[in-house]
């Protein structure tokens, strides 16, 4: 009796575990997620009054192009820093930043968000957007992707994709992940909060492993669009997302032509014939001087007459005349179907039974000149 209400007991302390779990395993997410409107508090100098113990500083190269620049917003550049109590120098001849934490800097973090601002000035960030690496909730990421691929004209063309036409993917990509990416030489600067860094860096990489951008900013869109639902954010988002299947197609061309391997034999070739074996094995060796010499030259004349042949064939070729072209008979045939032959029969009859000739002005007078012209005839005749 005692054992089953001991084995009652402990079944009770387990089921009340498991619930206690599933409880935890629901209220995770609930945890983990970071409610909307929350900011975390700035760092003050009433946090850190005493100020830092040691000196701090870093330093970065800059390209010579971008002296210019450095040299027009250099005002502003220790303006903001200053506000952060952190002293920056430029440096023309060596082309160097430099950053260093002073007495009065209270934010121990503070000379690391100096050190991205020199970073991303540097990589040719403007100012205004660089500037915004002292907020806190701001970060930036450098992502490296000269080394990536090692052709270089297919790193151009990757690195043109990230970009797209007119920078149509890159501001796509920008408005997404609400971070600021510069695509400038051998490196991506972004810069933004956390999630958009990750998101940014993972679409650039997978760019350079030749995966188009357009997928990655499409499963962006459809996720900007499933946060906006509070119940689902708990659920998982794989039956949402497009899935994209790899071609894997085999870019080695097959050549035209094929040359099949021989067999391979330990015995070398045999030996060509020499110019007295084949005489021997035809019969010539044996035969006189005279006699070669007089096949030689009929075999020379053989030769001479085809040569001649067929350059008199050649020449014959400009002699010969063109095919001319066949008449259209169609188009006589179309105006013979249009003639009307009763038509001209009846013109003939009209032609047939007017007088030729011009009609005469006084017909007295012609029928009496007609008569006298005869009378003078006559006389003639008999004198």
């Known amino acids: 009796m005692a054992s089953s209400v001991a084995e009652g007991g402990t079944s009770e302390a387990q089921t009340g575990k498991n619930s206690k779990k599933a409880k935890d395993r629901a209220d995770e997410p609930e945890l983990l997620t970071v409610p909307d409107g929350w900011k975390e508090p700035a760092f003050t100098k009433d946090d850190n009054p005493r100020g830092l113990l040691e000196e701090s500083s870093f330093a970065t190269l800059f390209p010579k192009y971008r002296e210019a620049y450095l040299k027009e917003c250099w005002s502003l550049v220790e303006k903001a820093l200053g506000e952060l109590h952190i002293k920056a120098s430029l440096d023309l001849i060596e082309g160097s930043i430099t950053v260093c934490t002073t007495k009065k800097t209270f934010d121990p973090y503070a000379i690391v968000r100096a050190r991205d601002l020199i970073k991303l000035l540097a990589r040719s960030v403007p100012f205004e957007q660089a500037v915004r690496i002292l907020q806190d909730d701001m970060a930036c990421d450098i992502i490296k992707i000269g080394t990536l691929v090692r052709n270089r004209e297919r790193f151009v063309k990757r690195r043109q994709r990230l970009i797209g036409p007119k920078g149509s993917t890159l501001k796509a990509l920008e408005l997404l992940t609400n971070c600021y990416v510069m695509v400038q030489g051998n490196t991506v600067s972004a810069l933004g909060p956390f999630n958009g860094l990750k998101e940014v860096r993972k679409v650039v990489m997978d760019t350079m492993k030749n995966i188009h951008p357009i997928y990655n900013i499409k499963t962006l869109m459809i996720k900007r669009e499933l946060t906006r639902d509070p119940e689902l954010r ?13 071609k894997n197609l085999s870019k080695r061309k097959e050549p035209k032509k094929t040359s099949a391997k021989k067999e391979y034999t330990p015995f070398p070739p045999p030996q060509p014939e020499s110019k007295v074996d084949k005489e021997l094995a035809t019969g010539e060796f044996f035969l006189r001087e005279s006699v070669k010499r007089r096949k030689k030259m009929e075999e020379i004349k053989v030769k001479q007459a085809e040569a001649l042949t067929k350059k008199q064939e050649e020449r014959n070729k400009a002699f010969i005349p063109p095919k001319e072209k066949p ?45 006298d012209k005869k009378k003078k005839k006559k006389g003639k005749i008999k004198g």
């Open 234 to 246: 708990a659920q998982s988002w794989e039956r949402f997302l497009p899935k994209f299947r790899h």
């Open 327 to 371: 008449l259209m008979k169609k188009s006589v045939k179309a105006t013979e179907a249009k003639l009307d032959i009763q038509a001209i029969k009846d013109k003939v009859k009209k032609a047939r039974t007017k007088k030729l000739g011009a009609p005469p002005v006084n017909p007295s007078a012609s029928s009496s000149s007609a008569t």
